[in-house]
């Protein structure tokens, strides 16, 4: 994606992050709805895993195709085999398009080279199969750790991009 055309998507990012933010009081007295615990979702291409939810609480307002979601973690596969592992304290899924908003502490690890993301707000674009936020990062790599605002990510978190950075490399000496 150039440049030009990621300018008006962080426009709209923020939108896409808004409904993540609704009160779970707001969200009770939408109707209809349903609550689940120990809720479990899984998104995949013909035989292919792409992803695995479950998170302990969830309540599916039908209308908005939402579930709003209580401690997610997500399990990211590639070729098959978990890949990247997710985790947050809240979260929404949109039932419809898969796209997913964790808040609240985010983590993400990469299983296969150990790249770590920390975040308090991560939206995961199905169609793109990219992470993306427009919130403080911090991205802990075993060759330093780098800080910024905004960032987009594969889901593996083999390419990451971050927009205002600041790094911190690790000297042969360094020991942490």
Not at 81 to 107: A, I, M, N, Y
């Amino acid at each position: 994606m150039t440049r030009k055309a990621f300018g008006p998507f962080l426009f709209l990012l923020p939108l896409c992050f808004s409904f993540a933010c609704k009160r779970q009081k707001d969200i009770i007295q939408e109707e209809p709805r349903q609550i689940m615990t120990n809720f479990i979702m899984d998104q995949s291409d013909l035989k292919t895993k792409i992803w695995h939810l479950v998170a302990d609480k969830a309540i599916l307002a039908e209308k908005k195709n939402r579930a709003y979601l209580t401690n997610p973690h997500m399990l990211f596969y590639k070729n098959n085999l978990p890949d990247t592992k997710v985790k947050s304290k809240t979260g929404v899924v949109q039932t419809e398009t898969h796209d997913v908003v964790l808040s609240t502490d985010v983590v993400a690890v990469s299983l296969s080279d150990n790249n770590q993301l920390y975040t308090s707000q991560l939206f995961y674009s199905a169609a793109s199969h990219q992470f993306l936020t427009h919130k403080k990062v911090k991205v802990v790599r075993p060759s330093g750790t780098t800080y910024g605002r905004g960032l987009k990510a594969t889901e593996d978190l083999s390419q990451i991009k971050i927009y205002h950075q600041q790094s911190f490399v690790k000297s042969s000496g360094d020991k942490q």
